[in-house]
Every structure is written in C-alpha cells, then in structure tokens.
C-alpha cells in the first residue's frame, strides 16, 4: 500500500483527469484545448504531491523512528530528541530516507492505474 502522500498525489492527478474528460464530453465550447487543459492540471497535481511529500516525508520518518525503537532500551527520549540525534547523526538527509524506494512504486502504479 502506498503512503498517504503518494496516493493524494495520484488522486489528485486523477481527479483532474477525470474532471477534464467530464468537462470535455459535456461542453466541447472550451477556448483552451483539452490536452493542455489536461497536461496544466496534471502539472500542478505533481507539483502538489512533490510538495505534500517535502513537507510530509520527515514526519513519517521519526514516527517510524520512534515506533521501531527497542521497548526495554530505547533510543530516543521523545520526538525532539529523534529530530536532535538523526540530524546529528545522519544529517538532512536522515529526514527523507527512503524517498526514493516510493518513487519507483509510484511510477509502476501509475502505469497500472493509467
């Protein structure tokens, strides 16, 4: 299953596709062509899922952090403690560890979905 911020980004995405075709076969009168119309939205829902993901992706980073953290030795003391010790530790880089393991799974599940 696919992360949260993935998937509203492939929503979105998709909503926007569907929201074109809808247009299109409804009112053929558009002044702007349904392939660009349909590109822009395309664009700006990337754009959308690129940020959610900037934005998103650290959280989910320390959550996992702090929920895989051994009961009887733990790690981390708290959540600014876990920011504290992985930029520390690893740098800004720790933050988005494993973003790119989510960019293949979401180019193959767009093109099953497409």
Sequence with gaps: MLPGYLSACHLYSIFAIHHD???FNVSMK???S???RTSKN???GTVAGIAVCLVGH???TLKVRLQTQPIDN???SGLVDCVYKTLKWEGISGLYKGVGKY???TKIWQIRVI
Excluded: L
Aim: glycine share 4%; no cysteine; proline share 10%.
């Design 21 to 23: 075709v809808t247009v």
């Design 103 to 105: 960019t293949g799974v």
């Design 42 to 44: 395309v664009a700006a």
């Design 30 to 32: 558009s002044t702007e």
């Design 74 to 76: 733990p790690i981390y």
């Design 34 to 36: 349904f392939v660009r």
């Design 58 to 60: 650290p959280f989910d």
